[in-house]
C-alpha cells in the first residue's frame, strides 16, 4: 500500500536506545509521517473556465410585453423584483445553500477529528482513594489496614494503525472535498430553480394580461351585441353567446391570477422570503435572452459539462472516499498497531498504625469461666474464638501512623500488537462492493449529466425557432381580428366569427409568451447543465431589467424584507 513502507522505514530507522528512553521522540515523528501523508495532495492547477457567453449585440427582436397594472396584492403588498434581486437573494437567503455550507463545516470538523487522532492524547488523571478494612497481602493472607492516597498525574498515550490512519485521512479529505463540490452545486441548482420560476411568474403574468385583455374584448363584443340587437340588426342568439363568453374570459382571469399568486408563493419559498407579500416582476418587457453560443457542438457541451459539473465532482470524490475506506478495512483487520505512552505523576499519602502488634500470645487466651480454658466443647469452634481473639487483639494493639511526602513518578511503555478476526473478511468483501457500487453510481451520475445537458441543448434550438414563428402567429392573428371585427360592423360577419378570431388571438398571445419564456428557461437550464450558472452568468447585461426611477432599488428592500422575517 503507497505510503506504508516509507511509514516504517522512517519509524524503525536509528537511535534504538534513545528511542527506549523516550519513546515519544518516535512517537510523535511517526504521528507527523502519517499526518502529513493524509494531508498532503496533489492540487492539479485550475482549470481555465470557458468562455460561452454569445457575442455582445446578439439578441432577438421578439421581446414579450409585460403588463404589471393587472395584478393586485394577495394579501398585504406588492412587491416589484427582477432577475439580479432573484439571483442576489437566492445565493443569500436560499436554505438548502445554508443547509450545504454547513455541511461543508460538519465535514471539515471530522477532518479535523481524523487529523487529530493521528497525535498522542493527552491524559492528566488526578486520583484519590481511601482503604479502610481488610485487604490481601501480597503473601495471600489477610491483613487489617487504614490509609489515603494521593496520586496526580499526566500521561501521553498513543495507539495507532499507520496504515489504516493514512486511509481514513485520505477518505476524510476527499469527503471534505465532495461536501465543497456539493456546496457548489447546492449554489447552482438553487439559482437555477430560482430563475426558473421567476420565468414561470413572468409567464403566469403574461397569462394574467392575456386573460384581462380577453375580457376586456368580450366585454366590448358583448355591448356590440347588445346594441346591435336593440336596433334590430342582431339576434338574441348572438348576444346570449356573448354573454357566455365573457363569463369564459372572467373566469379564465380568476384562474390565471390564482397560477400567478402561486407562481409567487413558490418563488417566495425558493428565496425565503415572506410568502404573503406578492412578487411581481418589475420588468416591462422580456427579450429572448442568449446564454449559450450557437456555435458549440453537443461534444464540446458534453465536455465542458463533464470538466465544470459541480456534482461530478461530488461524485468522483466520493468514489476515491469509498476506496480509500477499502483500504482501511484491509489494513484495520491485518495491519499491525503501534502503541506507546508515558506518564508523569506523584503519590504522597497517609497510612493508620503502620506498626504491627504482635497480639496476645497463644497460650494465654483461654476461657477463664471454663475449668479446661477451652470456649466450647467442639474443637473447631474452640479453635476459631481463638484465631478470632488473636487477631482482634493483634489490631488493637497495633500503633502508630505515618504520612508519606510526596514523590514522583515515571512509566514509559511501549509496544506493536495485531488483532486478527475472521469478520475482517466480511468486512473487506462488503467494502468492496460498497466501492463497486459507488463506480455504477458514477457511471449513472455521468449519464444523467449527459442528459441534462442534450435535453437542455434540443429544448433550446426548439424554443428559439418557436419564437419566431409564434410572433408571426401573433401579428396573423391580431390583424384577422381587426379584420373579422370591421366586418361585423359592416354586416358581413357574425358574432362567431369575431369569438373565434378572439381565441386565435389569445392563444397567439399565450404561445409567444410561452414561446419566449421557455426559451429563457432552456439557456438557463442548459446554462446550468454544463456547471457554469453563477451570480453572474445568470444576470447577463443583454436582459432589460429596468424600471421606473420612482422604483425602489428591488434587491435592497428583498434583502431588508428577508433579514427582518428571519
Known amino acids: 500500500m503507497p505510503g506504508f513502507a516509507t511509514i516504517l522505514k522512517m519509524a524503525g530507522s ?17 504521528a507527523l509521517v502519517i499526518a502529513g501523508g493524509g494531508c498532503a495532495s496533489h492540487k492539479p492547477e485550475p482549470i481555465q473556465r470557458l468562455d460561452i457567453t454569445p457575442v455582445a449585440g446578439h439578441s432577438m427582436d421578439q421581446s414579450l410585453r409585460l403588463d404589471p397594472s393587472v395584478v393586485k396584492p394577495m394579501y398585504t403588498e406588492l412587491l416589484p423584483i427582477d ?3 432573484v439571483v442576489q437573494v437566492a445565493v443569500a437567503q436560499n436554505l438548502d445553500i445554508k443547509r450545504a455550507r454547513q455541511s461543508v463545516e460538519a465535514s471539515q470538523g471530522r477532518y479535523e477529528s481524523t487529523v487529530g487522532a493521528v497525535f498522542p492524547a493527552i491524559v492528566p ?18 491483613v487489617g489496614v487504614g490509609f489515603n492516597t494521593f496520586q496526580p498525574s499526566i500521561a501521553v498515550q498513543w495507539v495507532v494503525n499507520p496504515a489504516r490512519v493514512y486511509y481514513d485521512l485520505i477518505a476524510a479529505k476527499k469527503r471534505l472535498g465532495a461536501s465543497t463540490s456539493d456546496e457548489k452545486a447546492a449554489v447552482l441548482e438553487s439559482l437555477r430553480n430560482a430563475v426558473v420560476q421567476f420565468y414561470d411568474l413572468i409567464l403566469t403574468q403574461a397569462k394574467v394580461a392575456a386573460a384581462d385583455q380577453g375580457v376586456a374584448e368580450a366585454r366590448e363584443l358583448l355591448r356590440i351585441t347588445q346594441l346591435r340587437t336593440s336596433t334590430g340588426v342582431g339576434v338574441p342568439a348572438d348576444e346570449r353567446r356573448a354573454e357566455a363568453r365573457l363569463a369564459q374570459r372572467q373566469q379564465e382571469l380568476i384562474t390565471s391570477m390564482r397560477d400567478f399568486y402561486d407562481s409567487s408563493v413558490r418563488l417566495s419559498l425558493s428565496l425565503h422570503l415572506d410568502a404573503t407579500v406578492t412578487l411581481i416582476p418589475s420588468l416591462k418587457e422580456l427579450p429572448p435572452t442568449h446564454l449559450v453560443r450557437d456555435d458549440l457542438a453537443i461534444g464540446e457541451l458534453l465536455k465542458i459539462a463533464v470538466t465544470f459539473r459541480p456534482d461530478l465532482h461530488r461524485v468522483r470524490a466520493l468514489r476515491e472516499a469509498i476506496a480509500a475506506d477499502e483500504g482501511s478495512t484491509w489494513w484495520g483487520g491485518f495491519g499491525p498497531q503501534f502503541q506507546a505512552s508515558y506518564q508523569y505523576g506523584g503519590i504522597t499519602g497517609h497510612a493508620n498504625n503502620v506498626v504491627p502488634a504482635e497480639g496476645v500470645p497463644g497460650n494465654l487466651i483461654v476461657n477463664p469461666t471454663s475449668s479446661t480454658g477451652s470456649f466450647s466443647p467442639n474443637p473447631v469452634v474452640n479453635g476459631l474464638v481463638r484465631e478470632g481473639i488473636f487477631r482482634g487483639a493483634k489490631r488493637a494493639d497495633s500503633r502508630d501512623d505515618q504520612s508519606y511526602g510526596f514523590s514522583d513518578q515515571q512509566k514509559a511503555s511501549a509496544g506493536v500488537g495485531w488483532r486478527l478476526s475472521l469478520a475482517t473478511f466480511g468486512d473487506s468483501k462488503t ?3 460498497i466501492t463497486e457500487q459507488a463506480r455504477i453510481e458514477a457511471i449513472r451520475h455521468l449519464d444523467r449529466v449527459r442528459a441534462d ?10 424554443n428559439r425557432e418557436l419564437i419566431g414563428l409564434a410572433k408571426r402567429q401573433v401579428t396573423a392573428a391580431d390583424e384577422a381580428l381587426r379584420l373579422v371585427k370591421a366586418n361585423l360592423k359592416a354586416g358581413t360577419l357574425t358574432t362567431l366569427d369575431v369569438l373565434q378570431a378572439q381565441d386565435a388571438a389569445t392563444k397567439a398571445r399565450l404561445q409567444h409568451a410561452k414561446a419566449v419564456v421557455r426559451y429563457n428557461q432552456s439557456q438557463v437550464n442548459l446554462l446550468a447543465s454544463l456547471g ?4 453572474k452568468t445568470m444576470n447577463p447585461a443583454n436582459v432589460d431589467d429596468s424600471t421606473d426611477e420612482s422604483d425602489d432599488e428591488p434587491s435592497e428592500v428583498i434583502l431588508e424584507e428577508s433579514a427582518s422575517s428571519d
Not at 22 to 27: A, D, E, K, N, T
Not at 126 to 134: D, I, K, N, Q, S
Not at 453 to 462: F, L
Request: neutral net charge; hydrophobic residues 50%.
Open 14 to 30: 536509528g537511535r534504538r536506545s534513545r528511542a527506549v528512553e523516550h519513546p515519544l521522540l518516535c512517537v510523535g515523528f511517526v
Open 83 to 85: 432577475l439580479a434581486s
Open 431 to 433: 467494502a468492496k462492493a
Open 532 to 535: 457554469l450558472a453563477d451570480e
Open 453 to 462: 445537458v442534450i435535453m437542455a441543448a434540443q429544448a433550446s434550438r426548439a
Open 125 to 142: 488523571t488526578a486520583l484519590f482513594e481511601h482503604v479502610e478494612g481488610t485487604v490481601r497481602a501480597t503473601e495471600g493472607n489477610l
